[in-house]
């Protein structure tokens, strides 16, 4: 293909567009070549993020996918640069977990999708905006996201984000995995010690496996910088105990929903059309906790529309890859959320976040998976 159609503002229609989801469970890329209905589309998958003491490797892990695309393009004979070195490449986007906290230079990601893939339109996202893409199909309304974190998005469709949450496991994040596990090692703690309310024998029993003897948790919790993951690593367990009927889990769970639900109101706040969807390991089958969502947000939202999630955060990701293709002025960014760099530059849509340095304690969860999931 010695030459490229143009399509608005100027974007090669016959190109590939590419979108990366990249966490600590796995990353993935999915690229698909032209505008048609029915586009060509391969998916290409990668290791894990790792984190250390500078912070997550992501980056690296999106150079390395980046450099697999070409490669896989190369043997295809889908190189269509006339030096034959890259596909030719519209735009790219890429949701990442730990966005604002572990990676130390979001601006370095930017740099290597421009770099690797030879383009000028470029997103790079975290985990629960591109979540929040992929669960509306890029419609507006409001989308919460439950894994190890919870943190809920709201969009105008337009340029306008509002974000609920999020806070990390000593200040927010409500209801999430981390919350969950917390409460159950308490409800564990209270029957350990002989209390008649909000005890439950059966959640020591699957703490005492997990973690050992309950005279050691003190030292493993709080010593430990991983501690949000550990804690939230006891929610499967809360939902497993829940099913077999423990009282105590319900209970935990059915909190967990009301807190949930608040937190998705508020991302409904004035402008956001009432339309939302909910997305993450905690919420994929029903349970007590969803039950409790469902309920306490009809009842605070009577006028709420809540919709199954229609796709997955690397959707979200491929959607805003095309909207760059399509209308790359019109994307505006949500610092630290989402930066979006067209020519060189960030559109002038962007807005930005006022955010303290709670934010830090969370932006490292998934918001999405809990610990030890895996991505298919």
């Not at 000028?120 to 996201?145: E, Y």
Request: proline residues 4%; hydrophobic residues 40%; aromatic residues 4%.
């Amino acid at each position: 293909m010695s030459e490229l159609s143009q399509g608005i503002d100027g974007a090669a229609v016959d190109a590939w567009v590419v979108a990366l989801d990249v966490g600590g469970s796995g990353s993935r890329l999915v690229a698909e070549f032209g505008n048609s209905t029915h586009p060509e589309r391969i998916s290409l998958s990668g290791r894990a993020v790792k984190v250390n003491h500078q912070g997550s490797d992501a980056p690296a892990v999106v150079a390395s996918l980046c450099q697999s695309f070409n490669a896989w393009a190369a043997r295809m004979g889908h190189d269509g640069m006339s030096d034959g070195s890259t596909a030719p490449v519209a735009s790219a986007a890429v949701g990442i977990t730990g966005l604002t906290s572990l990676v130390e230079k979001p601006t370095d990601v930017h740099d290597i999708l421009a770099r690797e893939l030879r383009t000028n339109r470029t997103a790079v996202a975290g985990d629960a905006l591109t979540a929040h893409l992929g669960a509306l199909a890029g419609r507006a309304g409001a989308v919460l996201s439950v894994g190890t974190g919870a943190v809920a998005f709201g969009f105008d469709g337009v340029s306008r984000w509002r974000r609920a949450d999020g806070w990390g496991h000593l200040l927010g994040d409500l209801g999430a995995g981390v919350w969950v596990g917390g409460e159950a090692l308490r409800a564990a703690g209270r029957y350990h010690d002989g209390a008649s309310r909000g005890a439950s024998k059966r959640l020591l029993e699957a703490a005492v496996a997990k973690f050992g003897l309950i005279e050691s948790w003190p030292n493993q919790f709080y010593k430990n910088a991983e501690r949000a993951r550990q804690l939230a690593s006891m929610a499967p367990e809360v939902m497993i105990a829940a099913a077999e009927g423990d009282p105590t889990s319900i209970r935990i769970l059915e909190e967990a929903g009301r807190h949930l639900a608040d937190t998705l109101s508020s991302a409904l706040g004035r402008g956001i059309p009432p339309l939302a969807s909910t997305t993450g390991r905690l919420v994929q089958e029903e349970s007590p906790l969803t039950v409790s969502l469902t309920k306490h947000l009809s009842e605070d939202r009577p006028e709420v529309s809540l919709v199954p999630s229609a796709g997955s955060p690397l959707d979200g990701a491929l959607k805003l890859a095309q909207r760059l293709r399509e209308t790359p002025h019109a994307v505006g960014g949500f610092r630290p959320w989402l930066t979006v760099r067209v020519d060189g530059h960030h559109t002038s849509a962007e807005t930005t976040e006022d955010m303290g340095a709670a934010d830090t304690l969370s932006a490292g969860l998934s918001a999405t998976d809990l610990p030890g999931d895996e991505r298919q």
